[in-house]
C-alpha cells in the first residue's frame, strides 16, 4: 500500500513538472509572438527560416528538456537507493555570505582578539537547509561514492591521514566529485592532551598531506571528538585554517544524537556522521545516507554545501 501511495506521488510530481514547463514554454512562444510576429505573414527575417521556431523559443524547449530529464533522474535515483521521497534541491547559494561567529560558551581566551578560527556548530540563515560532513575516512565504500553521486547530495569530508593513507585515490575520486577535503589531523589524537608544538604538528602535517595529495590545503579543521582548546586554536590558524566548525546532530545507521534541547532539526544546522561499515556499524553508509535523508527530506529539508556558506 506505501508503495502505491508513492507512486502516485511520484507521478502527480512528474504531472505538475510537464504542466509547469508547458505553461513555460507556451507563455515564452506568445510573447515571441506579441513581441516579433508579423500581422500579415510576411517573409522571415534575415537569418531565420519559414516553419522554424525563433532561437529563445527552442533555448526554452532545451532548458525545458533538461529540467525534465534531470528530475526523471533524481525521481529514479530515489527509488533506486530506497528513498522514501526524492531530496528536495538546495536554494542557490547566498549572494551575501553570512558572517560566522564562535558559538557562545564555545570561545577560548582572547579568541575575537587573537583572530582565532570561530568555532561554531550551525550556519545563521533562514534557508530550510542543513549541512552534512563526514569525519576520518576509515570506510571506503564505492557504493557510498555512487550513491552521492546519483543523487546529487553534497557533503564535506573531514579527513584523517592514518585512516586514509591506504586508499588515497578514493578521496581523490570524492574530490573530483565536487566535494571539498578538510582537516581532521595526521593521527586523531585527544588535542587538549597534547603540547602546543605536538598539536602545531597533527594539524600542520595534515594540511600539508592534503596539500600534496589533492592540490589544496584546506581552511577548515574539525578537532577530533570536538575537543580543543587555546593552543589548538592558535596552532591551527598558524597552520592556514580559518573556520572549526563543529556540529549540532550527528546520524547514525540505526539513530540520531542531539546537541540541543529539543532534539529536533534547525535550518543551517550541521550534521556529523563518520565513514563507517558493518565492522563498527548495524548498516553500511548508504544506510546511513537513507536515514539522514528520509528524515531531512520528510521535514522539509535540503541538504546545501557548507562551503557556499562560508
Known amino acids: 500500500m506505501g508503495a502505491v501511495v ?12 510537464r504542466g509547469g514547463i508547458a505553461l513555460l514554454v507556451l507563455t515564452a512562444i506568445v510573447a515571441g509572438c506579441a513581441e516579433g510576429g508579423d500581422p500579415e505573414g510576411g517573409d522571415p527575417a534575415p537569418g531565420q527560416q519559414a516553419g522554424q521556431a525563433a532561437p529563445p523559443v527552442r533555448a ?9 530529464a534531470e528530475q526523471a533522474n533524481r525521481v529514479a535515483a530515489a527509488r533506486s537507493w530506497g528513498l522514501r521521497k526524492v531530496p528536495l534541491t ?4 547566498p549572494a551575501k555570505k553570512p558572517r560566522i561567529t564562535t558559538r557562545d560558551g564555545f570561545e577560548v581566551r582572547d579568541h575575537e582578539e587573537l583572530g582565532l578560527p570561530p568555532v561554531f556548530t550551525s550556519i545563521p540563515t533562514r534557508d530550510k537547509v542543513v549541512f552534512l560532513t563526514i569525519d576520518d575516512g576509515a570506510e571506503k565504500d564505492p557504493r557510498f561514492l555512487r550513491m552521492m553521486s546519483e543523487l546529487r547530495i553534497p557533503y564535506t569530508a573531514f579527513l584523517s591521514d592514518y585512516l586514509i593513507s591506504d586508499d588515497y585515490p578514493y578521496f581523490k575520486k570524492m574530490q573530483a566529485a565536487g566535494v571539498t577535503l578538510n582537516n581532521h589531523t595526521l593521527h586523531h589524537p585527544y588535542l587538549p592532551g597534547l603540547s602546543y608544538r605536538q598539536q602545531k604538528h597533527e594539524i600542520c602535517g595534515m594540511q600539508q598531506v592534503i596539500g600534496e ?3 589544496r590545503r584546506p581552511v577548515l579543521f574539525r578537532p577530533p571528538y570536538g575537543n580543543y582548546n587555546r593552543d ?18 550527528e546520524v547514525f545507521v ?8 529539543d532534539q529536533d532539526l534547525h535550518p543551517g544546522d550541521i550534521v556529523l556522521s563518520h565513514f563507517r561499515g558493518r565492522g563498527e556499524w548495524k548498516g553500511t553508509m548508504p544506510d546511513m545516507v537513507r536515514r539522514f535523508l528520509n528524515k531531512v527530506t520528510a521535514q522539509g529539508y535540503a541538504v546545501a554545501r557548507l562551503e557556499d556558506y562560508l
Do not use: F, M
Not at 60 to 68: F, I, K, N, P, V
Not at 90 to 93: D, E, I
Not at 232 to 249: H, Q, R
Open 232 to 249: 589548538t586554536l592558535i596552532a591551527a590558524k598558524s597552520c592556514g585554517v580559518t573556520y572549526a566548525p563543529l556540529w549540532d546532530e
Open 213 to 215: 595529495r589533492y592540490g
Open 254 to 261: 540505526d539513530h540520531w544524537e542531539y546537541r540541543e534541547w
Open 60 to 68: 526554452l524547449h532545451s532548458y525545458a528538456e533538461r529540467l525534465r
Open 6 to 17: 508513492q507512486n502516485d506521488k511520484i507521478g502527480a510530481s512528474r504531472v505538475g513538472l
Open 90 to 93: 538546495p536554494p542557490p547559494p
